[in-house]
């Protein structure tokens, strides 16, 4: 009897191991797909703001050409 419960609690251990084990592996591809995702995230949101940042940059090249011209021409 002793040889019967012995070897049932052996094999609960075991098994409370195995599906410790396993959640801690399911835990931590979650963390993974989400250290992930954050990167494409953040990727897509500057690769939307190039556009943004191109048009700003054409303005402000527009003002120093209008405000370099203009003190040439002051000069002159």
């Given at each position: 009897?002793?040889?019967?419960?012995?070897?049932?609690?052996?094999?609960?251990?075991?098994?409370?191991?195995?599906?410790?084990t396993?959640?801690?592996?399911?835990?931590?591809?979650?963390?993974?797909?989400?250290?992930?995702?954050?990167?494409?995230?953040?990727?897509?949101?500057?690769?939307?703001?190039?556009?943004?940042?191109?048009?700003?940059?054409k303005?402000?090249?527009?003002?120093?050409?209008?405000?370099?011209?203009?003190?040439?021409?002051?000069?002159?």
């Amino acid at each position: 009897m002793n040889l019967i419960i012995s070897n049932l609690g052996i094999l609960l251990v075991l098994a409370f191991l195995f599906v410790k084990t396993f959640n801690h592996f399911v835990k931590t591809n979650n963390a993974v797909k989400d250290a992930w995702s954050n990167i494409a995230v953040a990727l897509k949101y500057h690769y939307n703001l190039t556009p943004i940042l191109d048009e700003t940059l054409k303005g402000y090249a527009q003002h120093e050409k209008t405000t370099l011209e203009c003190v040439i021409h002051t000069r002159n």
